[in-house]
């Protein structure tokens, strides 16, 4: 599906799939990592997600009510947002952390503009933003699994590979590492992206682009046992196959994508490399997302018997 959304002169190809089914496929690949999070935090992590996804799916429903709009609930993508700041979130923050972030990211960065289609930065990543930096003691601690040998806070794979120790990969991989619900189990993440691209749902080259361009960075700077800690460390997965390939706020074209990828991985580098705050995901994707309608204007193909102006 997501390689007839590239924009390309006529003839155009139409499509029988809905936007509701592309979401709903989009929440079945999120579903590994909702379970694993569970396994890994308890039932803390459970009530976050459920807390997410309801006040996310009750905000846009009472905001359609209010402005007198048809409910757009049912095409799901509130659902997935919802998923997606709960991802995003430390089990160990309070109920109304994501009522809170879940009424910011419909209202006011999705509805006030419009709603579904009409956003320009990805609701979930800029709901978290705002979440991190208003109540930061809260959002940046991140607790230990309920299968590690400590018990008290430790700390996260970023910040011991800022110190410059590697991490345990097995450990990465299956998630039994401090840091929020969504980003810790890796394998959860592949198997959800791997499933999007093989049911078309994303284009590979956001993704693949964002994590390689990443490993090469951290590569040249710091070898090949460092640069594998750091993909497989913080939100570099979640945020490659599930946010920064967002349709709305993504780029449209082949050449669009790639340079989509490419620059979240160089920002994504840039301030874990040489910021004083170890993870940048987040800020690299919505920095990326400001700058897509400036990459659609370069990338976009000229309109097939497109006439130039003025001779030019």
């Not at 694993?36 to 997410?52: D, E, Q, R, T, Y």
């Not at 509130?78 to 160990?92: F, K, M």
């Not at 990805?122 to 601690?141: D, E, I, K, Q």
């Amino acid at each position: 599906m997501q390689k007839k959304l590239i924009i390309t002169s006529s003839p155009h190809i139409r499509d029988g799939v809905s936007t509701r089914r592309i979401m709903q496929e989009v929440c079945l690949a999120l579903t590994p990592a909702g379970i694993a999070s569970v396994i890994l935090f308890g039932m803390p992590a459970l009530k976050l997600i459920a807390a997410s996804v309801i006040s996310c799916v009750l905000a846009e429903f009472l905001y359609a009510k209010l402005m007198g709009q048809k409910v757009p609930c049912s095409d799901w993508s509130c659902v997935v947002t919802g998923l997606l700041l709960a991802y995003n979130l430390p089990s160990t923050v309070p109920i109304w952390i994501p009522i809170v972030g879940g009424i910011f990211a419909m209202v006011l960065c999705k509805e006030i503009f419009g709603g579904l289609g009409s956003n320009f930065m990805n609701p979930a990543l800029t709901a978290r933003a705002v979440l991190f930096v208003s109540w930061g003691s809260m959002m940046g601690s991140y607790p230990p699994t309920l299968y590690m040998t400590d018990t008290v806070s430790g700390a996260t794979p970023l910040a011991t590979l800022a110190n410059g120790q590697t991490v345990n990969l097995w450990d990465l991989f299956i998630g039994n590492v401090p840091g929020v619900l969504g980003e810790t189990c890796k394998l959860a993440l592949i198997l959800g992206g791997v499933y999007l691209i093989i049911r078309g749902i994303i284009d590979w080259k956001i993704p693949v682009c964002f994590i390689g361009t990443t490993f090469i960075c951290f590569l040249l700077k710091d070898g090949f046992d460092m640069a594998v800690c750091q993909i497989f460390s913080g939100a570099l997965m979640l945020g490659a196959f599930f946010m920064a390939t967002d349709y709305v706020t993504s780029p449209v074209s082949n050449l669009g994508r790639v340079i989509m990828g490419v620059g979240c991985g160089i920002l994504l580098f840039v301030i874990r490399a040489f910021a004083n705050y170890p993870e940048g995901c987040s800020f690299a994707i919505l920095f990326m997302n400001v700058m897509t309608p400036m990459i659609d204007r370069f990338t976009v193909p000229r309109i097939f018997g497109e006439v130039k102006k003025n001779g030019k």
